[in-house]
């Protein structure tokens, strides 16, 4: 079977794209390695219409629901490369190969790391890039977040609930959203402090940080939550126009490759959020449907 578009992602711009799709009556696949994306991960989200607070994964899961309410096969792999036969593209997965017309690209971002003496000896051993995935393990315990934004805001209030001491350390600025600011702030068990990380210290697992300024803190784990950047490795072979480290695309998800589109948190987008990553696909779906409808 030859596909009209290949989803490659299954976070929000992905999901979107493919309901999308089929409103098109366009024949799609989603392929993703860990469906929900990096949204699995958000401990409350708060700013998704319709929903006034709800689990990060909670939401995804209800999103795809939808999706395969709709009939959209969602398959879970890992996608190895991707090349075109023609006028094909050949996508091939840990598990299949799929063939199609057209592919829109919303694989999202990964964690950005510290980079700092101890991060990778001591990774999984008091690290953790997952406040989600980890934080219930922390309780009664020191730790610090690392970061400044709205994600290192909500590991701040899901730690803290833990009955952990919790420090919040940024680099500059605290550019949460002031409504996580005011929470956090609130509490008794949280507290600011300025500075970055030099090395991580421990032997078989965290112990301590010493910061740049010489300043040593002793901490039982560490949350490290700086942001995101994309692996563009699959697409190397595309001459993909960038825009920094991110896919060039054009009010309509198109990129500078005949047939490829992109959305979400792996394009130039100015704003990264669950809900215009899902605008994003939509629009994404809705090019492609004008695309293959005048060829």
């Known amino acids: 079977m030859i596909y009209d578009t290949l989803i490659l992602g299954g976070g929000p711009a992905g999901y979107s794209a493919a309901v999308y799709a089929v409103r098109y009556n366009l024949k799609c696949l989603v392929i993703a390695k860990e469906p929900g994306g990096v949204m699995n991960e ?4 708060e700013n998704y219409p319709g929903f006034p607070s709800i689990v990060g994964i909670e939401l995804m899961d209800k999103i795809k629901e939808h999706v395969k309410y709709l009939g959209v096969e ?3 792999e890992e996608i190895l490369n991707l090349n075109k036969k023609g006028k094909v593209f050949v996508v091939k997965t840990n598990k299949n190969k799929y ?4 592919i829109i690209i919303v694989l999202g971002a990964e964690h950005k790391k510290l980079n700092v003496s101890g991060e990778k000896e001591l990774e999984k051993r008091g690290i953790s890039y997952c406040y989600t995935c980890d934080g219930a393990f922390y309780r009664n315990k020191k730790v610090i977040i690392v970061g400044g934004g709205d994600a290192a805001a909500q590991a701040v209030l899901l730690l803290a609930s833990y009955n952990n001491d919790v420090t919040l350390l940024y680099r500059s600025d605290i550019i949460a959203e002031p409504a ?4 956090f702030k609130k509490l008794r068990n949280v507290k600011l402090v300025k500075g970055e990380i030099l090395r991580i210290n421990g032997k078989t697992k965290v112990e301590s940080i010493t910061l740049k300024g010489g300043e040593e803190i002793n901490v039982d784990g560490i949350f490290v939550e700086i942001g995101s950047e994309p692996d563009l490795s699959l697409f190397k072979n595309f001459n993909l126009e960038l825009e920094g ?3 060039k695309v054009d009010r309509h998800m198109k990129t500078n490759v005949d047939g490829i589109f992109a959305a979400g948190d792996i394009t130039n987008i100015v704003f990264r959020q669950a809900i215009t990553a899902a605008g994003d696909g939509a629009i994404a779906a809705n090019s492609v449907y004008l695309y293959l409808k005048n060829i």
């Open 42 to 45: 958000a401990y409350k989200v």
């Open 74 to 76: 969602i398959k879970e």
């Open 245 to 247: 480290k991110y896919i």
């Open 99 to 102: 063939e199609s017309r057209t």
């Open 180 to 183: 996580y600011q005011e929470q």
